[in-house]
């Protein structure tokens, strides 16, 4: 490889450390195709033909700006108060023993569900996809519930152990809902300022009061 060429790459990729690892390297191998195409079809491989070519391009921090502006901006998550984050759990978790009380149980668990969605909707301390995915977890024994139930009487006329432990089961998902928002959380607050936990967007070091 021409050391023009060479150490025109190595630029670009000590400019492009802000992007995301498979990123770079591709922006990397498509200036490299480019420029060897571009040697090839002209006929010459001298340095001032290299460095035409690297003119056109643009310099290694024109290119990586470029690059950086076509990336998606990521959702902001900044660490919020444990307090706030507790409360948020807490009535993620809540509805799990009231859908086994009496007939209020249910209106109760529905409500305290809500509650944790909207909590959750408004916390800076978890991502949209985070969000998305406890949310699914924390309401689904609105959906889940009913059908397993159903199934136990359909299949085994409501034996009283497997219709128990039916209903327990399907209350282990606003559990694993609960759990990876309060690791997620955790690591968010441990995260040194200007780190960032693996899989999340932009940091911010302010914690919210609560």
Not at 158 to 167: D, K, P, Q
């Amino acid at each position: 490889m021409n050391p023009l060429v060479r150490s025109y790459l190595s630029s670009v990729e000590r400019e492009a450390a802000a992007l995301p690892t498979p990123r770079r390297e591709e922006l990397v191998a498509d200036l490299r195709e480019h420029i060897e195409i571009s040697l090839a079809e002209s006929g010459r491989g001298d340095d001032a033909q290299v460095r035409d070519i690297l003119n056109r391009l643009g310099s290694a921090q024109e290119v990586v700006r470029a690059a950086l502006e076509e990336e998606p901006v990521p959702p902001l998550t900044s660490p919020e108060s444990r307090r706030r984050t507790a409360v948020t759990l807490t009535l993620a978790l809540l509805p799990v023993p009231l859908y086994f009380a009496t007939w209020v149980g249910l209106p109760l668990a529905l409500a305290t569900g809500t509650a944790a969605v909207l909590r959750l909707r408004r916390s800076t301390s978890w991502t949209p996809e985070e969000k998305r995915e406890a949310t699914r977890l924390i309401l689904s024994p609105l959906l889940v519930l009913p059908l397993t139930l159903f199934v136990v009487r359909l299949l085994f006329y409501w034996n009283f152990s497997l219709t128990l432990v039916a209903a327990q089961t399907s209350l282990i998902l606003p559990m694993i809902g609960a759990a990876r928002l309060a690791r997620s959380a955790k690591q968010l607050r441990d995260a040194k300022p200007g780190e960032l936990p693996a899989g999340r967007g932009t940091a911010a070091t302010a914690v919210r009061p609560d």
